[in-house]
């Protein structure tokens, strides 16, 4: 299992007063502007394997 996703700022206010927020895991809150948010992985991205012009593959 890996360590939860620390943020360096604020994506609302862009300061760096942050500390984990009580009510979630792997929510955040910060002190300059009391806002709590969380940061989510969404998924992989598909684009596929495409062979370029010399017969390899490449993404």
């Not at 007063?17 to 806002?35: F, S």
């Not at 948010?37 to 598909?46: D, I, M, N, P, S």
């Amino acid at each position: 299992m890996s360590e939860r996703a620390a943020p360096f700022y604020c994506p609302y206010c862009g300061d760096e007063d942050l500390r984990p927020h009580e009510e979630g895991h792997g929510a955040w809150e910060c002190g300059a502007c009391n806002r709590a948010f969380q940061l989510r992985f969404l998924g992989l991205l598909a684009r596929g394997v495409q062979p370029n012009s010399t017969g390899a593959e490449s993404i």
